[in-house]
């Protein structure tokens, strides 16, 4: 379809609820009426030409009394599709019987099969007649969309002598309009980032980049594509065309079955209308929470594409996740045996409650193919938090850890500013394999595709610029290429970790006597302990000491011949009052051992360093850390590896900045001509006056 019908059908439909729906709905209500209609005229389009077809056999079966299972085997079969209307009503004869439009159009919806019945439903279509009704606005409604100005058929509309008047609108095209639609409500709406559509020239990147470097290897035979945020569709039905059209290419017959899950009910509603129009199982598209109800948890798949919402929250799925209050996960896709943890520890792969984009990834790696010759290959779009949002150890370092130390990245593209509908945040296309080629293995290639675009003529949203076809291309190569350039880098998988290690400085206290810290000795302590008050000025008088270790030795003692027995928090009242931090002071000893003294550590002190995964722990600590607190130690316990990806570090050009000379000559040069303005300014005041 192109732009110019596209932008017809869609103008047509906007002006509709403008022409219609104005005072009766707000407009950010519009598309509570205009969407479920337009799938509905869609649907009603294609069930046209064997309308009476099916009303026959109906009416054999209905006399026959083979009832309703029977009704649902045989009707499909009558309409060519999954789906049919065994209505008297078509959408056009409705507008026959303008007294009893609200009945007939009734019965006309309850004439679909329940396939479509859960359509309406997930559209609560039925919730707006009344209002439809009581404003006067349905027989218009209906009178509008089936215009004969506007064609949702699939075949071309002609005339007498055989023109064709309007072009068909395929399945594809049924779907760009759709999404431009929701678009452009979204946008009355003030939607949030998170609620946009992928534009087809990402999509269409996204298929080059997970099917191209396998297109030799495609068979004959069945292929599995799965969306666990399917929105409406529009990269599951890209993905079957492009794996048809490469393998028509070679000759191989294929079967595409796609797979999809989704939470919003009215673009779920439009993606299983879209199945349903051509002919697919609508029971593989599933409407529900992908990360708290996994539809498809005993499946895998050969190809995997999404754009899940990011910066949205998950906590309303967590109850799904965690084993009740002993928060531990029960769900396996999110914690996992990896190499490097000790016995019967798994890796948490949970990020942050308030962002759950990368819980969509995680799913998606856990429905890799491990033993085909092809595996699995996925391609996803992230915000720029995925790649370095969470420090070591929590669950966004995490799972970047899961994916890099199984080998599954093979690259990471930065895409343009403002490619989206409702953001104009920085975007991140990710392709996995489960399967890599072995040139890449070992291997990450990170692309700076963000000065490849091109401007639109017209804003569309926050969407000001697209890739075009040569963008496209130019990105693919560079993607297949796996060569190092200014706009292509590659590194080693363990370039992109590092070891977070804890880096701890002795405590050193100071221990004196004074009269304030008696005083608060005495308010804060329970009156058995008032006689150890003169054991301390007995002991160490007024004067301060600096090594608290020898302290702590005599007191102890003293107590002991004394007879006065204290518990440990008596000792901590004690050592908290009369002690104080100075770093001139000796080093607290914790404990003395075979291999030497341990310290206790000053956590006020204590700090952490990232060592690179390629460098020794130990040579990084003596040449950064020693040389500056010569007394620190590493706790090898809180060691934890981390992952991260930056953008910036890799592909920042510094730019020279301009010579005082230039600026002096820029400034010289403006004065110089602005001289004389000032004068004028005040003289015409003058004047004025």
């Known amino acids: 379809m192109n732009?110019?019908?596209?932008?017809?059908?869609?103008?047509?439909?906007?002006?509709?609820?403008?022409?219609?729906?104005?005072?009766?709905?707000?407009?950010?209500?519009?598309?509570?009426?205009?969407?479920?209609?337009?799938?509905?005229?869609?649907?009603?389009?294609?069930?046209?030409?064997?309308?009476?077809?099916?009303?026959?056999?109906?009416?054999?079966?209905?006399?026959?009394?083979?009832?309703d299972k029977a009704v649902a085997q045989q009707l499909p079969r009558a309409s060519g599709y999954v789906f049919y209307n065994k209505s008297q009503f078509t959408l056009k004869s409705l507008l026959n019987f303008p007294s009893q439009i609200r009945e007939n159009f009734e019965n006309y919806l309850d004439g679909f099969s329940d396939n479509v019945q859960e359509i309406i439903a997930k559209f609560r279509f039925r919730n707006q007649l009344e209002t439809l009704e009581e404003s006067n606005r349905l027989y218009s409604l209906i009178n509008k969309f089936t215009d004969k100005e506007i064609n949702l058929s699939s075949e071309p509309v002609k005339n007498s002598a055989g023109e064709i008047i309007h072009e068909g609108l395929s399945n594809l095209g049924i779907g760009s309009v759709f999404e431009e639609l929701i678009r452009k409500f979204n946008e009355e709406n003030n939607e949030e980032a998170?609620?946009?559509?992928?534009?087809?020239?990402?999509?269409?990147?996204?298929?080059?980049?997970?099917?191209?470097?396998?297109?030799?290897?495609?068979?004959?035979?069945?292929?599995?594509?799965?969306?666990?945020?399917?929105?409406?569709?529009?990269?599951?039905?890209?993905?079957?065309?492009?794996?048809?059209?490469?393998?028509?290419?070679?000759?191989?017959?294929?079967?595409?079955?796609?797979?999809?899950?989704?939470?919003?009910?009215?673009?779920?509603?439009?993606?299983?209308?879209?199945?349903?129009?051509?002919?697919?199982?609508?029971?593989?598209?599933?409407?529900?929470?992908?990360?708290?109800?996994?539809?498809?948890?005993?499946?895998?798949?050969?190809?995997?594409?999404?754009?899940?919402?990011?910066?949205?929250?998950?906590?309303?799925?967590?109850?799904?996740?965690?084993?009740?209050?002993?928060?531990?996960?029960?769900?396996?896709?999110?914690?996992?045996?990896?190499?490097?943890?000790?016995?019967?520890?798994?890796?948490?792969?949970?990020?942050?409650?308030?962002?759950?984009?990368?819980?969509?990834?995680?799913?998606?790696?856990?429905?890799?193919k491990q033993s085909t010759a092809l595996g699995s290959r996925i391609a996803i779009v992230h915000n720029g938090s995925a790649l370095f949002t969470g420090d070591a150890g929590s669950g966004e370092s995490n799972i970047r850890r899961w994916i890099i130390e199984n080998d599954w990245l093979e690259c990471i593209i930065g895409l343009p500013l403002n490619m989206f509908y409702n953001t104009g945040i920085a975007t991140y296309i990710w392709v996995l394999s489960s399967r890599k080629p072995e040139h890449r293995k070992g291997k990450v290639q990170l692309i700076d595709g963000t000065e490849w675009y091109g401007k639109l003529r017209k804003n569309l949203g926050k969407k000001n610029c697209e890739l075009t076809q040569a963008d496209i291309k130019r990105i693919t190569k560079t993607f297949l290429a796996f060569e190092e350039t200014d706009k292509s880098k590659l590194f080693d998988n363990e370039d992109l970790g590092f070891h977070k290690i804890t880096v701890d400085r002795p405590l050193r206290l100071t221990f004196q006597?004074?009269?304030?810290?008696?005083?608060?000795?005495?308010?804060?302590?329970?009156?058995?302990?008032?006689?150890?008050?003169?054991?301390?000025?007995?002991?160490?008088?007024?004067?301060?000491?600096?090594?608290?270790?020898?302290?702590?030795?005599?007191?102890?003692?003293a107590l002991k011949v004394d007879e006065i027995k204290l518990t440990k928090s008596d000792f901590k009242l004690i050592y908290d009052i009369f002690t104080e931090k100075d770093e001139t002071a000796e080093p607290v000893i914790k404990k003395k051992t075979k291999e030497g003294i341990i310290y206790e550590p000053d956590s006020e002190l204590r700090d952490t360093e990232s060592v690179p995964l390629k460098e020794d722990i130990e040579d990084y600590f003596t040449r950064e850390v020693l040389p500056h607190v010569p007394d620190a130690w590493i706790d090898y316990d809180k060691t934890v590896r981390g992952y991260e990806i930056s953008f910036t570090k890799y592909f920042y050009q510094f730019k020279q900045l301009r010579s005082l000379e230039e600026i002096a000559a820029d400034i010289l040069a403006l004065e110089s001509a602005t001289e004389g303005v000032l004068h004028q300014i005040i003289a015409d005041q003058e004047v004025a006056e």
């Open 194 to 368: 998170g609620e946009h559509f992928t534009p087809r020239d990402i999509i269409q990147l996204m298929v080059n980049l997970i099917f191209l470097p396998i297109e030799n290897q495609i068979q004959s035979g069945t292929y599995l594509v799965y969306d666990d945020a399917c929105g409406s569709g529009g990269m599951l039905t890209e993905s079957e065309a492009f794996i048809q059209e490469l393998a028509e290419k070679t000759g191989k017959k294929v079967k595409i079955e796609l797979y999809g899950q989704e939470v919003n009910p009215e673009t779920y509603a439009i993606c299983k209308s879209d199945m349903l129009i051509k002919g697919r199982d609508p029971e593989k598209i599933r409407f529900a929470s992908t990360i708290s109800n996994d539809y498809f948890s005993d499946m895998q798949f050969d190809f995997m594409l999404a754009n899940p919402p990011y910066g949205k929250s998950w906590s309303v799925d967590q109850e799904a996740i965690f084993d009740g209050k002993k928060k531990e996960v029960k769900d396996p896709r999110f914690a996992v045996e990896h190499p490097g943890l000790p016995s019967g520890e798994k890796l948490n792969l949970l990020p942050r409650s308030s962002d759950g984009q990368l819980l969509f990834l995680v799913n998606m790696l856990s429905k890799m």
């Open 3 to 67: 732009h110019a019908t596209h932008n017809t059908i869609v103008n047509f439909i906007w002006n509709i609820a403008d022409d219609v729906l104005r005072d009766v709905y707000v407009r950010g209500k519009y598309r509570d009426v205009i969407l479920p209609m337009t799938v509905l005229r869609r649907l009603d389009c294609l069930l046209e030409p064997t309308k009476d077809k099916v009303l026959e056999l109906y009416q054999k079966l209905e006399d026959g009394n083979f009832g």
């Open 513 to 557: 006597v004074t009269p304030e810290r008696v005083k608060q000795f005495q308010e804060a302590a329970q009156p058995k302990l008032y006689p150890v008050l003169g054991t301390l000025k007995d002991l160490f008088g007024s004067e301060t000491h600096n090594d608290f270790n020898h302290v702590k030795q005599v007191l102890e003692k």
